[in-house]
Nanobody
């Protein structure tokens, strides 16, 4: 069984920090890249950050640049997202995802290019 499992979510106060982790297990392959997306209540799912092991580097959404830092280990099939300066705009359910197969025109910010998804971990921001 292929799966990605997120951990580290939870209630945080405005201005606080949180570190999300994701681990792949079973048949879930993460050879090409791992990334994070989020969905806020009433909004569409959006790209947050991704790390590539195929030469495409690290990418961030403009809204999180300077506040979030992604890291990962391809051999261990894990990725982490360090989130600082959290606020109402970051309150959402965060999803880990992985790309297993390299495709022409691959877009690390495009959800459709990801082959595996986690169940999501909520990160509500409230005082």
């Amino acid at each position: 069984q292929a799966q990605l499992v997120e951990s580290g979510g939870g209630l945080v106060q405005p201005g606080g920090s949180l570190r999300l982790s994701c681990a792949a297990s079973g048949r879930a392959a993460t050879n090409i890249a791992m990334g994070w997306f989020r969905r806020a209540p009433g909004k569409e799912r959006e790209f947050v950050s991704a790390i590539s092991w195929s030469g495409a580097g690290i990418h961030y959404a403009n809204s999180v640049k300077g506040r979030f830092t992604i890291s990962g280990d391809n051999a261990k099939k894990t990725t982490n997202l360090q989130m600082n300066g959290l606020g109402p705009d970051t309150s959402a359910v965060y999803y880990c995802a992985a790309i297993a197969y390299l495709a022409t025109g691959m877009d690390l910010g495009g959800a459709l290019d990801y082959d595996y998804w986690g169940q999501g971990t909520p990160v509500p921001v409230s005082s």
